[in-house]
């Protein structure tokens, strides 16, 4: 007896779709985190009739909430193994997994601010191999020997002195294009005092942002240590405070065990921002950033916050890195000590340009990210670009911090 299956009209194609002989562009997403930045390239291809955007939700142990993700921006998905089947003119991957099993030329970008942490997984190091960052290593680069991706962008011109000593194959394929949260949150600089109003944040008082990585050494592994200080040490007048946790830290744990674990968080005026969430408004709109090694923290040099750390895996970080440079200038929290002295004792401190080192390594091209990504895709196309240029505008006004604030009900047991 034969067995009928229908696949999505976009692997199919033929005569189901109403517009036909477009390229076709699959969207590989992993994570929600690799999601967000990736919609920054994807939206690059938005109104051009010539192209059709294909999205797959990759197999990752951190891929929870990524088909919801999507649905909530209007994005269907075809299955990961009906994508493997077809064959595309381009895919645009922030991730390694599978990638060298599509049937399409590839396109890498990164997904944080530089190359903060050094691959984990050193036991396929070869004797004398260097232990670069994840996206500066063979193992990442590389498949049997051979480059995996049609293009890698970077950037900032130092990965390239870096990738010329961990992968120097990858070379012809890289380019330097910037960084879009550079440029967005550039863009927003100027609307912070809108992005404080729309917060909810009164005239006086101060935004405490707290930004965790994911993993070990992250602020939130240690926020047992820190949360009695944000919540019984900080004016409730004079301070608000939001929690920025990595997507992964949801996706691994589950966004229920999460909030069970900052139930303390309940009546204290603390909001959580979910793993969705645009965080850009927030780090604009802060007074004070206290974060770790993550992408976050180092996007706070952008802005007018007053940063702090927690203490940090030095053997965990690239030398070059951000975070590394961070980590010399910006002061460290002592969970034995009260909170808002520290706070205003940083403050003082801060002096102009403390963090314009760290700023300068976050993209060697400012405000070109757009304008230089839509080239690479569009000549890797073959298509002659649209007679316009890409927007890059400024990140939409947040939600009131009360909107994500943990309430009763939230994490507690059904």
Not at 34 to 62: G, K, N, S, Y
Not at 86 to 101: C, I, P, Y
């Amino acid at each position: 007896m034969s067995v009928t299956t229908t696949k999505s009209a976009l692997i199919e194609q033929g005569h189901w779709l109403t517009v036909r002989d477009c390229k076709r562009v699959l969207v590989v997403v992993h994570t929600v985190t690799f999601a967000q930045r990736l919609r920054e390239v994807f939206d690059l291809l938005e109104a051009d009739l010539r192209v059709q955007l294909v999205f797959t939700a990759a197999p990752h142990a951190f891929g929870t909430g990524v088909t919801q993700f999507l649905q909530d921006l209007g994005i269907a998905t075809v299955p990961w193994e009906e994508a493997l089947r077809a064959e595309f003119d381009l895919a645009l991957v922030a991730g390694s997994r599978g990638v060298h099993e599509l049937r399409a030329p590839v396109v890498r970008i990164s997904h944080g601010a530089g190359h903060n942490k050094l691959l984990t997984d050193v036991s396929k190091l070869a004797p004398g191999e260097l232990r670069a960052p994840g996206m500066l290593s063979r193992q990442h680069l590389l498949h049997e020997g051979r480059v995996l991706h049609a293009a890698v962008v970077y950037s900032h011109t130092r990965a390239l002195e870096e990738l010329a000593l961990s992968c120097p194959e990858a070379l012809p394929v890289a380019h330097v294009v910037g960084d879009p949260c550079v440029d967005r949150i550039t863009a927003g600089a100027p609307r912070r005092a809108e992005y404080r109003r729309a917060l909810g944040i009164e005239p006086g008082q101060r935004l405490v942002v707290v930004s965790s990585t994911w993993g070990r050494a992250s602020t939130f592994e240690r926020l047992d240590a820190l949360l009695p200080q944000l919540l019984g040490q900080l004016p409730c007048d004079g301070y608000r405070v939001a929690i920025m946790l990595h997507p992964n830290v949801f996706a691994g744990h589950g966004t229920w065990q999460v909030r069970s674990w900052l139930a303390a968080c309940r009546g204290r005026g603390v909001a959580v921002l979910p793993p969705e969430a645009d965080w850009q408004p927030l780090l604009i709109a802060a007074d004070y950033i206290i974060g770790d090694h993550g992408s976050l923290t180092a996007y706070g040099t952008l802005t007018e916050a007053t940063i702090l750390l927690t203490a940090g895996p030095r053997r965990e970080v690239s030398d070059r890195s951000p975070a590394a440079l961070l980590s010399a200038v910006a002061p460290v929290i002592l969970p034995g000590h009260p909170l808002a002295e520290q706070l205003e004792y940083a403050a003082g401190l801060r002096g102009p340009g403390q963090y314009d080192r760290v700023a300068k390594t976050l993209s060697s091209a400012p405000g070109e990210f757009h304008r230089r990504m839509r080239s690479v895709l569009y000549r890797l196309l073959d298509l002659g670009e649209p007679a316009l240029p890409p927007r890059v505008a400024a990140p939409p006004l947040p939600p009131a911090l009360t909107q994500w604030e943990v309430r009763a009900g939230e994490g507690a047991a059904p």
